[in-house]
C-alpha cells in the first residue's frame, strides 16, 4: 500500500514558467508534509513544510499548497530556473516521526 | 544551514559482514533519522531515534539493524550482518526547528 504517491514521473517546464508538482497520500494519520529537492549522488536537501492546519505556505519562488479534504499537496515553483532541475520528493510524517516519501518527480527546466 | 557529516563515504563489505555507518551532526539535537535508497527506488524511513532511544521504525529495519548514539554526539547505524539487498545509500538527518537536514550520505556495496 502505497502511502504517498507522485503519480508523475518526470515533467519538463521552459525556463521562467511555472512548476506545478503534485502529491497524493492516503493516510489521514499524516500532519506533517515536506517537499525535498534531491541531485544524484547527494542528500535531499529540504525545500519548504507544511503542517496540517495551513492550507498554503509560501518561501520564495517555492509555495506549497494543502487540500486536506483531497488529501493532496502540490508545490509551485514560479518563475522555474534551470537549477531546479532535479528530483523532487515529497513526504509526509504521522505525530510518531515515521516519514513516507513519494517516489519522486524528475523536474527539467529547460534554457 | 545546519551540516551533518557522514562517514565513510563510501563502504565495499562481503556479504555476511558487519559495517557500522556514522552520522555527525554539527550541534546538539535531539531527532535523528536514518533513511535508505536503494539504486533506482524511493527514498525509505528507516528509524527515528528520539532522546536516545528508538520512536519509530519501519518494516525493513528487522533485528539485523542497530542504532545508537554512544557519545553523546555520533550517531550510527549498525547492520550485523549485511545482505546484498542491503546495498542502497544510507543518509541520516535531524530534525532542527521542523525542518530535516539530511547527511551527503553512504553508498553501501554489499559484494
Known amino acids: 500500500d502505497q502511502q504517498v504517491k507522485q503519480n508523475s514521473p518526470s515533467l519538463s517546464v521552459q525556463e521562467g514558467r511555472i512548476s506545478i508538482l503534485n502529491c497524493d497520500y492516503t493516510n489521514s494519520m499524516f500532519d506533517y508534509f515536506l517537499w525535498y529537492k534531491k541531485y544524484p549522488a547527494e542528500g535531499p536537501t529540504f525545500l519548504i513544510s507544511?503542517?496540517?492546519?495551513?492550507d498554503k505556505n509560501e518561501d520564495g519562488r517555492f509555495t506549497v499548497f494543502l487540500n486536506k479534504s483531497a488529501k493532496h499537496l502540490s508545490l509551485h515553483i514560479v518563475p522555474s530556473q534551470p537549477g531546479d532541475s532535479a528530483v523532487y520528493f515529497c513526504?509526509?510524517?504521522?505525530?510518531?516521526?515515521?516519514?513516507?516519501f513519494g517516489d519522486g518527480t524528475t523536474l527539467t527546466v529547460k534554457p | 544551514e545546519p551540516e551533518v557529516t557522514q562517514t565513510p563515504s563510501h563502504q565495499v563489505t562481503q556479504m555476511g559482514q558487519e559495517v557500522i555507518l556514522r552520522c555527525v551532526p554539527i550541534s546538539n539535537h535531539l531527532y535523528f533519522y536514518w533513511y535508505r535508497q536503494i539504486l533506482g527506488q524511493k527514498v525509505e524511513f528507516l528509524v527515528s531515534?528520539?532522546?536516545?532511544?528508538?520512536?519509530?521504525k519501519s518494516e525493513i529495519f528487522d533485528d539485523q539493524f542497530s542504532v545508537e548514539r554512544p557519545d553523546g554526539s555520533n550517531f550510527t547505524l549498525k547492520i550485523r550482518s549485511t545482505k546484498l539487498e542491503d546495498s542502497a545509500m544510507y543518509f541520516c538527518a535531524f530534525k532542527s526547528k521542523e525542518k530535516l537536514f539530511f547527511g551527503s550520505g553512504t553508498q553501501l556495496s554489499v559484494l
Open positions: 507544511i503542517s496540517s492546519i495551513k
Open positions: 513526504a509526509a510524517y504521522d505525530n510518531a516521526g515515521k516519514s513516507t
Open positions: 531515534f528520539y532522546n536516545n532511544e528508538i520512536s519509530e
